[in-house]
């Protein structure tokens, strides 16, 4: 059974930071396509940041320079640093992984999904 677990949401002040954590079970992520996604009530999921080939990462015009995605393959883990939190930056966080790891930016289908960790900004 594959399960992306998500961990690490909450509650963070205005130009905060928080990480967020992806622990993986039934793949090893080290060979899988890493994306964090997110979801803010009445808006559309949005891709935040990704790994692409050869190692590079990708972020949202919104959040680059802010987050950073990471990879602790020893631990099967997927993690998102966020500094200077914002309240835009309020929703829910997902966890995906893809069998291939894109060339390119951008959206891809991902084949596994975990159910999220909400991460809540105060103004």
């Known amino acids: 059974q594959v399960q992306l677990v998500e961990s690490g949401g909450g509650l963070a002040q205005t130009g905060g930071s928080l990480r967020l954590s992806c622990a993986a079970s039934?793949?090893?992520?080290?060979?899988?396509?890493m994306a964090w996604y997110r979801q803010a009530p009445g808006k559309q999921r949005e891709l935040v940041a990704q790994f692409t080939r050869g190692g590079s990462t990708n972020y949202a015009d919104s959040v680059n320079g802010r987050f950073t995605i990471s990879r602790d393959n020893a631990k099967n883990t997927v993690y998102l640093q966020m500094n200077s939190l914002k309240p835009e930056d309020t929703a829910r966080y997902y966890c995906?992984?893809?069998?291939?790891?894109?060339?390119?930016?951008?959206?891809?289908?991902?084949?596994?999904w975990g159910k999220g960790t909400l991460v809540t900004v105060s103004s």
């Open positions: 995906a992984a893809a069998w291939g790891c894109p060339a390119l930016p951008g959206d891809i289908d991902m084949n596994y």
């Open positions: 039934g793949i090893t992520l080290q060979f899988y396509g």
